[in-house]
């Protein structure tokens, strides 16, 4: 018998090891793990994403919609509760489409850097998510976008999330197939999210999932705020800046003569140079000779406080048909009306120049960007058609 002992062990040993992959599996991350619930989940797993909308929860943060889009916002001390069937054990990446407010102002009434406003507390199965390194455990995600997007990155652990974690994806662990419950807790003030999602795999699945929403019809969107008119004998159009509602902290001033119609909008908000698409305000341009327009928008800056240097104060960003943000700015010295006439690429300035290739009504946005800028009007002139144009190629068109 003390012979065939071994022998027996050795079997055993090499049955274990050609055993299928154990429930929780050799690189499971360290606990605690997620904790299913009994409860019928609220959101099941199609085509790989289990996708939620932020608005279909349970709680008490804020129900609103923007742009027709339903969101919901941070609340106080409130929370947000979600039930996922997870079909399998593993990692999930977690994916929140969301953004950060802009000129929010704390109770002391001071405007809030728009980090201070980015972040939520998020729990899956009662349990914290994994940075990328698959141990360090943050406590929840955040966003770096004014308006709504894709994102997956951590909040935490502590104020400043750890850098070998801080811009990479976050994912959840569940130890087990089954319903976890999914817990959206406040951190910040401001915060907005459209929808939460969990995939399995995919080098970057927000990009897919950016991509799939991309590809989809285009949401209706609301009517342009305001429409240009043709000048009368001219192949020029025309609109003034505030016929669209100041939105957000945009501001209808007449204190400097010079303006046309009913005054001007200034940017009264914080210089938002990284966040394209911040109070957007909407023009409706019908265009029924199709070619080449070069736009130029009145403005002014003023000396108001501090002196500051002369490439600030100068420039909005705007966009044809949901195409690219591109930088417009101006030289015009200050204290007087000029134009902004220029894309301002980090090559050089070009010519603000759009192909407006059909016959139908284009919508022109302009956002902000330097703080205390003014605009007037807008104007569009047709381009003869000599030169070839210089375009930052916006959406194409029909
Ligand atoms: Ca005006």
């Not at 932020?54 to 947000?80: C, F, H, Q, T, Y």
């Not at 951190?187 to 929403?213: C, H, M, Q």
């Not at 120049?353 to 800028?373: G, K, P």
Request: glycine share 8%.
């Amino acid at each position: 018998m003390k012979t065939t002992l071994p022998t027996l062990s050795v079997l055993a040993i090499a049955l274990v090891l050609a055993s299928p992959l154990p429930a929780a599996p050799a690189s499971a991350p360290p606990p605690p793990h997620a904790a299913p619930v009994s409860a019928a989940p609220t959101h099941e797993f199609r085509s790989g994403i289990a996708l939620l909308e932020a608005e279909s929860g349970e709680g008490g943060w804020e129900k609103l919609s923007e742009d027709g889009v339903a969101v919901i916002r941070a609340v106080p001390g409130a929370e947000m509760r979600y039930r996922v069937r997870f079909p399998e054990p593993g990692f999930y990446f977690v994916h929140m489409r969301s953004h950060y407010a802009v000129g929010m102002k704390n109770a002391k009434g001071e405007v809030m850097e728009t980090h201070s406003t980015n972040d939520a507390h998020l729990l899956v199965g009662g349990a914290r998510l994994y940075g990328s390194d698959l141990t360090t455990r943050p406590e929840g995600m955040r966003c770096h976008s004014a308006t709504l997007r894709w994102w997956q990155l951590p909040k935490g652990p502590g104020g400043h999330t750890p850098e070998a974690i801080k811009e990479k994806p976050v994912q959840a662990y569940i130890p087990a197939a089954g319903v976890y419950e999914v817990l959206l807790r406040y951190r910040s003030p401001g915060l907005v999210i459209d929808k939460l999602a969990f995939t399995r795999d995919g080098v970057n699945p927000a990009d897919t999932l950016a991509e799939t929403k991309a590809s989809s019809p285009p949401a209706p969107t609301a009517r342009p705020q305001a429409q240009f008119e043709p000048e009368p004998g001219t192949q020029a159009w025309r609109c003034e800046v505030e016929a669209a509602p100041a939105v957000s902290q945009w501001r209808l001033e007449r204190e400097h003569a010079g303006f046309s119609g009913d005054g001007y909008l200034a940017w009264r908000g914080p210089h938002v140079k990284h966040q394209p698409g911040t109070a957007i305000l909407s023009y409706g341009l019908r265009v029924t000779e199709p070619g080449e327009y070069r736009m130029s928008i009145r403005t002014r800056r003023d000396i108001e406080g501090a002196p500051r240097a002369d490439d600030q104060v100068n420039d909005v960003f705007v966009r044809m048909d949901g195409g690219p943000w591109v930088k417009v700015s101006h030289k015009t010295p200050w204290g007087q009306w000029g134009e902004i006439k220029h894309f301002s690429f980090e090559t050089g300035l070009k010519d603000a120049v759009f192909s407006l290739t059909s016959a139908s009504e284009y919508r022109f946005e302009i956002a902000a960007r330097s703080d205390n800028v003014k605009i007037d009007s807008i104007r569009f002139v047709r381009v003869a058609q000599t030169t070839a144009p210089a375009t930052p190629a916006p959406a194409g068109k029909k």
